[in-house]
């Protein structure tokens, strides 16, 4: 009878943390990528020669950057399944350059008497 407990314990444990890890949010400021066995999900067929971006390539250009187009996750509530990993990447704009642009004021000391 404690075999039973035990084994009925574990199926509920598994199927309780199967349902908890298969729900993911993917955020405003993110984009995903889900892979199946490490390999992304495609759209197809489909290469970057497909897409405008092969006009901006030279011939020679062609083959090296002749790349599969992947199926990229927007905002939301998504599902995956246990052996589905997903990546997410940000896609916010960082603004690193303002604080090397302008320079800050010349910090003024107060006026204290420093007597050592």
Known sequence: MGINWILLGFVAWFILRYIVT???VVNQNERAVKT???????RGRATTLD???AATLLP????RYCWPLVHVLGPGFHFKWPWERVYKVSIA???SMWP???KSPRRTRTA?????
């Open 93 to 95: 704009t960082a603004s």
């Open 22 to 24: 298969s729900f993911y």
């Open 60 to 63: 020679d250009e062609h083959q």
């Open 112 to 116: 204290r008497s420093s007597k050592r």
């Open 100 to 102: 090397r642009i302008w």
């Open 36 to 42: 199946s066995f490490g390999r992304a999900q495609r």
């Open 51 to 53: 897409s405008p971006l």
